[in-house]
């Protein structure tokens, strides 16, 4: 179990260092993380309300903070441009990302124009009951979204490594929050870069 969680703490590490030096952007996964937390209660509560919570408040701030603040010029950090980071990221890369969020744009689409999604669940009737239905969609797309990359790595990495990314990103919103909660304040100083040292895994 160490070697796995050791595994787990790479991941984390990497993403950190690779993916999370703007100060803005870890700003945004800190509101991202705490909006998922909200999410994952109400999992047990209303899957759909957190579907729509976690999909149009977790990852629109999440993402943004990549799309628009996260550098994407050479990293002289790690010593690495951005086309070798993606090409290495065990999880989404920009590319993977862009086909799931075009996913995640058109199930609304897709419900307004079949309400039953090909006969597949009962037509919904009403603004409600629609929105209901999108959650519901958005949850099955981020679960799906895991288990296909989970297996993915399966594929391409061995077991262990799909099963470390797998609960990186389960841990993703506690991790964020115990790493970037200085953030904010780090940003108020007018840090826009997280000053990341190699040696900060230690």
Not at 41 to 57: E, K, M, R, S
Not at 99 to 120: C, Q, R, Y
């Amino acid at each position: 179990m160490t070697k796995f969680f050791d595994k787990v703490r790479i991941l984390q590490w990497d993403d950190h260092r690779y993916y999370h030096q703007s100060r803005i952007n870890q700003v945004l996964h800190l509101l991202s993380a705490v909006s998922f937390l909200i999410a994952y209660i109400l999992l047990f509560v209303d899957p759909a309300v957190a579907g729509i919570l976690g999909w149009l408040v977790g990852m629109v701030t999440r993402q943004s903070g990549h799309i628009f603040f996260e550098p994407r010029c050479f990293d002289a950090i790690n010593g690495v441009s951005d086309s070798y980071k993606e090409s290495i990221k065990v999880g989404y890369n920009m590319k993977r990302k862009a086909i799931l969020i075009g996913v995640w744009l058109s199930l609304p689409i897709a419900l307004f124009l079949t309400p039953t999604l090909f006969g597949l669940i009962e037509p919904a009737h009403g603004f409600a009951a629609y929105w209901h239905d999108v959650g519901l969609a958005w949850v099955a797309l981020g679960v799906g979204g895991i288990c296909f990359r989970t297996g993915h790595l399966f594929a391409l990495r061995g077991a262990s490594w799909g099963l470390a990314w797998a609960i990186k990103i389960i841990l993703d919103p506690f991790h964020n929050i115990a790493i970037y909660w200085r953030s904010p304040l780090a940003l108020m100083h007018g840090e826009m870069l997280d000053p990341i040292t190699t040696d900060s895994l230690n």
